[in-house]
């Protein structure tokens, strides 16, 4: 049932947020772990800046990320777009990787297991397959934590229920359109039954452990300290969180945990990245950061994901005069003949409007396949996306900007069509909306890659973000 976020808000107590700040410098102190994030879109480093991420997780790349003066780095993986056996596979791969990395260079670390805001994923299978292979290699897992919280994107958690902002109002994750999602859908909202219903009864809802708003906002420290000395045998621990003050005052518990012995897997949004990792503040990108220098060439702007909030935010773009709009019919991916064709339809259209310094809006049709089966769907997703992703891949010209909206296609966009390995965060454009500077070895090195949730933002955010390019 839907509620007035106002109402809600109203009810939770206040916290002295300088002082949390400066218990939380204060704990950093000896706290000096490497922390790896495994990003399973590219959208979960909308809140951090001056970050790396990497496209792959050969044994080069994550000792190049270990090797790095930064705390933390990022592992893009994409596992969203994977089906369950690849997931699996490809989290051992990476947990035996990183902990023979730890043991060779002697660094304690942390992996962060970074997932949607809205529940969708490989869940629990991802943490479980990372937790199970870090103590084949020697490591103890006491217990995994959840926090889905996500300001930029309206997401928070209050008395364990987790929540989706839509206008003034908050829904309950489970009543929302993620919930229904094909391939990665659910029931509850309360993120404790949420844990039963995707663990299959393995975990109860009476069973976890829950950080509560009162305490986190009291600044009790200690007692949630002990919460977390308490948990063992990979026992789950939701943290409840509708501000960043919240998650820092649990950053400080977690901390203080872990340098008294714990050791947790986390399964959270992109907030805890940002707390965890000490990332500052940055102002949002504007256009001179943004657009290639001296290119008179037009934008390019790809959009693949099928939420209903990007098609708002499609149907709003479309009152930009300036954008010209070339619709991919996608379903010709069930018929490869007439799929080669389109294609080259397509980049012909796009690449002569580039050329005329035109911005370009290339889309998919707003019918969605369904495939009966979730395999099936997500096979077709993936399939919808690789096409599209060729268009980038094939361009003989280099846009002046580079949007992509949704979350398989900006990776896809990323790794496929870029052939990106190493890319820098410079920060966001919008609230939750990252940007990537792509690295030497890729197609447009030195590139600003603007990448788009596909369920972030407001109805005019694309919009005004493409407004202010042009």
């Not at 949607?116 to 020697?138: F, K, N, Q």
């Not at 495939?371 to 996306?385: C, H, K, N, T």
């Not at 390995?421 to 030497?440: D, E, K, S």
Request: charged share 25%; proline share 3%.
């Amino acid at each position: 049932m839907k509620v007035s976020k106002d109402e809600l808000f109203a009810k939770i107590p206040t916290a002295d947020e300088a002082a949390v700040d400066a218990a939380l410098a204060a704990e950093r102190t000896g706290f000096d772990r490497k922390i790896i994030v495994l990003d399973d879109d590219p959208t979960g480093v909308q809140t951090v800046n001056g970050i790396h991420v990497y496209t792959d997780w050969s044994e080069e790349s994550i000792a190049e990320g270990f090797a790095e003066k930064n705390a933390m780095f990022f592992i893009l993986t994409n596992s969203r777009a994977f089906q369950a056996k690849q997931t699996g596979e490809e989290h051992w791969k990476i947990a035996e990787r990183v902990a023979a990395e730890a043991k060779r260079t002697g660094k304690p670390f942390m992996l962060i297991s970074r997932g949607d805001s809205t529940l969708r994923g490989h869940y629990p299978l991802e943490t479980a397959t990372l937790a199970h292979a870090l103590e084949e290699s020697g490591e103890r897992i006491d217990g995994e934590v959840l926090m889905p919280f996500f300001k930029e994107g309206g997401r928070f958690t209050i008395d364990d229920v987790h929540y989706v902002q839509e206008g003034a109002e908050l829904t309950p994750a489970g009543e929302t359109e993620f919930a229904r999602d094909k391939t990665f859908g659910y029931c509850a909202s309360d993120l404790k039954e949420y844990i039963e219903e995707k663990t299959q009864g393995a975990f109860r809802a009476a069973d976890v452990v829950s950080i509560s708003l009162a305490d986190l906002r009291a600044v009790r420290v200690d007692a949630i300290v002990s919460q977390l000395m308490a948990v063992t045998d990979f026992r789950k621990v939701v943290v409840n969180a509708v501000d960043y003050v919240d998650v820092k005052v649990f950053a400080i518990a977690m901390m203080r945990a872990m340098k008294a012995g714990k050791n947790f897997m986390f399964r959270t949004a992109a907030a805890w990245t940002k707390v965890i990792g000490g990332v500052a503040d940055k102002p949002l990108l504007g256009r001179d950061e943004l657009v290639v220098k001296g290119n008179k060439n037009g934008g390019l702007i790809i959009i693949g994901s099928h939420v209903k909030k990007t098609t708002e935010q499609f149907e709003k773009l479309r009152e930009l005069k300036d954008v010209k709009f070339i619709e991919f019919h996608h379903l010709l991916v069930l018929d490869p003949p007439k799929l080669t064709e389109e294609l080259k339809r397509v980049i012909a259209e796009t690449e002569e409007a580039i050329r005329s310094g035109v911005t370009v809006a290339v889309y998919t049709g707003r019918e969605r396949f369904d495939a009966g089966s979730e395999e099936e769907s997500l096979r077709v997703a993936v399939q919808i996306s690789d096409a599209i992703t060729s268009i980038v891949h094939r361009l003989s010209v280099q846009p002046a900007f580079l949007i992509a909206k949704g979350g398989i296609t900006s990776s896809d966009v990323g790794t496929k069509g870029l052939s990106v390995r190493r890319a820098l965060v410079l920060g966001q454009v919008a609230p939750g909306i990252p940007v990537w500077q792509t690295g030497p070895e890729s197609k447009f090195p030195g590139m600003s890659y603007i990448i788009f949730p596909g369920n972030v933002g407001a109805v005019e955010t694309l919009r005004d973000v493409v407004a202010m390019l042009l």
